[in-house]
């Protein structure tokens, strides 16, 4: 039996238009130095790389914000900068992908985060990280909180990107989560592995395999030690569900109600995976503010991360390409 049907399929994407999910997180801008290399250093054994051009993109939760808002659905972004030149790149590049509506507050004791990648002959060299990994004092805390609760009663979904950039606190949590589940928000979170016993009672969290695995303190070597992870972490966390991606093998979905998937990968080439665990979490919370299942949700952010491997540098899906490409399938 299929997961979805044409006609489920466009009423999910048509009813995108009238869903908005609540980003916070970490936020970051992703720059590439693009190069060749025909040489090695006379001063250390490491490649010179001849850069030709430049390219930035939001990264972090300004990404998952992007994906959500490439997919047609409404996004609200919430998250801290530096009182810098790369705080004001970042929000030119908020305006520039048609993300208006946010909420950025200004540290004047931290950077706004950059990770700079070097890529020549289409392969990553190096990347270098600008960054401040303090947490956020009870001040800048409660002004998140309180803009949030304010913002709940017009949201579907709570999204929260944690890369442990110190903006996601178990104090915020906390708080945080018991304000969007007394209201019945659909809360999903995409995690930090140091920062698992924090995410209790979310409706979904979506690690990688290794995230997982390290976590529950067990090797994931095969579908019975899979098994014995996912519904470890679901029972110790009190969650909804739990979507562990597991790259080429694809996705598990695990939920309460003792439902079992296994979605297989659908990509056809994979050549960068940066950002994708930003695009499964997007596309999953996105569907979900727009009624889809959880099953039905899980397995169309499957397809989109299917799509963006197959670019280079972070990428993201549009509305139409994500929705042909399922709708050929059925």
């Known amino acids: 039996m299929s997961i979805l049907t044409h006609k489920r399929l466009q009423e999910l994407f048509e009813n995108l238009a009238g869903a908005r999910v609540l980003v916070y997180g970490d936020l970051m801008i992703d720059q590439y130095l693009w190069g060749n290399v025909s040489r090695i250093s006379p001063e250390a054994p490491v490649p010179v790389v001849e850069v030709d051009s430049e390219s930035i993109h939001l990264g972090g939760a300004a990404n998952v914000a992007r994906n959500i808002s490439a997919i047609g659905c409404n996004v609200e972004l919430v998250g801290l900068v530096g009182d ?7 929000k030119h590049l908020l305006e520039r992908e048609g993300i208006g509506q946010h909420k950025l507050v200004s540290d004047q004791k931290r950077p706004t985060t950059v990770k700079t990648r070097i890529i020549a002959h289409n392969q990553q060299v190096v990347r270098a990280d600008r960054e401040s990994r303090d947490e956020i004092d009870g001040y800048t805390e409660n002004e998140f909180v309180n803009h949030i609760e304010g913002r709940l009663s017009d949201i579907q979904c709570l999204l929260i990107s944690d890369y442990g950039k110190g903006v996601i606190t178990s104090s915020f949590l906390n708080r945080v989560v018991g304000l969007a ?36 303190g067990k090797r994931i070597r095969d579908d019975d030690s ?12 009190e969650l909804d569900s739990i979507l562990v991606t597991l790259g080429a093998r694809g996705m598990a979905l695990f939920e309460e109600n003792g439902n079992f ?47 963006v491997v197959g670019y280079i540098g972070t990428a993201y899906v549009s509305r139409d390409e994500l929705f042909e490409t399922i709708a050929e399938q059925l």
Do not use: C
């Open 261 to 307: 998937n296994h979605l297989p990968t659908v990509a056809k080439k994979v050549y960068d995976v940066t950002g994708a665990g930003d695009t499964v979490i997007a596309v999953m919370t996105a569907m979900m503010a727009a009624g889809a299942t959880k099953l039905e949700a899980a397995y169309i952010a499957n397809q989109a991360a299917g799509i």
């Open 84 to 90: 810098d030149e790369n705080a004001t790149r970042l």
């Open 226 to 237: 899979l098994k014995e992870v996912g519904w470890g972490l679901l029972k110790e966390l």
């Open 181 to 216: 589940r007394s209201r019945g928000k659909f809360i999903s979170v995409d995690p930090k592995e140091t920062h698992f016993r924090n995410y209790k009672k979310v409706s979904v969290i979506t690690p990688n395999e290794h995230e997982a695995a390290f976590a529950a």
